[in-house]
């Protein structure tokens, strides 16, 4: 069946990195367009940044410009979310989606991996 696992989370300083993987399988991963999403406690599940099938050209949302890139190895069928300069806002768990449009839609969430920023 079709598996999506991040890892790479964890609690960092603010200022600080992480670099969070999602691996794949299950899936001809190469052709689904891939996301990261995040969601604090108690609010709601965001996008943060999409990458098509091919890789190419990348979308992110505005409090992330400039400081995360999304980038994807297909041969490997992982997805990276490089996150730098993170900030106490950033705290939340972040979730991979896979997406793709046959008939219908097809969409593969993980289970998500937590992300801490603080002191």
């Known amino acids: 069946q079709v598996q999506l696992v991040e890892s790479g989370g964890g609690l960092v300083q603010p200022g600080g990195s992480l670099n969070l993987s999602c691996a794949a399988s299950g899936l001809t991963f190469s052709r689904y367009a891939v996301s990261w999403y995040r969601q604090p406690t108690g609010e709601e599940r965001d996008l943060v940044a999409v990458i098509p099938s091919g890789g190419g050209s990348t979308n992110y949302a505005d409090s992330v410009k400039g400081r995360f890139t999304i980038s994807r190895d297909n041969a490997k069928n992982l997805v990276y979310l490089q996150m730098n300069s993170l900030k106490h806002e950033d705290t939340a768990v972040y979730y991979c989606?896979?997406?793709?449009?046959?008939?219908?839609?097809?969409?593969?969430w993980g289970q998500g991996t937590q992300v801490t920023v603080s002191s």
């Open positions: 989606n896979a997406r793709i449009q046959l008939l219908r839609v097809l969409s593969y």
